[in-house]
């Protein structure tokens, strides 16, 4: 499960890398943090499979939304970078409202979220105007599924 979501996560990071866009961070330094975050991420899999013994022993499992990432994946490139922000900043939400389910050291998480949050701030600056993020569908799954199963969400993003 843990691997899946890892690769759910990781799709966020594809929309941002796909885009058209002439951002010129983009083409920079955006790879960059991505794969940084990604590999944070990996790192936090590997943590909690160790930590629990055994990635089934996570419990129920939270469904994914995927006809979310569908239909987003569907939208302009414009759209998709200012969806990739939302999610971006709907994850260190998460982790700065509540990181006690966490299975990351103090510093690890604080990296990881430093990473996210520059992303977001980043890819926020190649976003015109006028596309700002109207994504709450984004926002209340992943609120739902830190209420309904709080223990499970950090090991989801």
């Known amino acids: ?18 885009s ?20 944070l991420l990996g790192k936090m899999v590997i943590n909690a499979t160790n930590s629990t013994g055994n990635q089934e022993d996570a419990g129920e499992e939270v469904p ?4 979310l990432y569908r239909n987003a994946s569907q939208e302009s490139d414009e759209n998709k970078v200012a969806f990739t922000v939302q999610v971006l900043k709907e994850v ?3 982790f700065e409202e509540d990181s ?3 299975s990351w050291q103090q510093s690890g998480l604080e ?36 209420e309904s199963h709080p223990e499970e969400t950090w090991l989801q993003c």
């Open 92 to 94: 260190s939400d998460l």
């Open 64 to 67: 994914f939304p995927h006809h």
């Open 111 to 146: 990296k990881f979220l430093g990473v996210v949050n520059t992303l977001a701030e980043r890819l926020h600056s190649c976003v015109p105007g006028s596309l700002e993020p109207d994504h709450k569908e984004a926002a209340n799954v992943l609120q739902e599924a830190a």
């Open 100 to 102: 006690s389910f966490s």
């Open 20 to 39: 058209s866009l002439r951002c010129r961070w983009m083409e920079h330094k955006f790879k960059q943090l991505s794969d940084t975050s990604l590999d």
């Open 1 to 18: 499960m843990l691997h899946r979501l890892v690769f759910a996560c990781a799709l966020v990071a594809l929309f941002g890398a796909g």
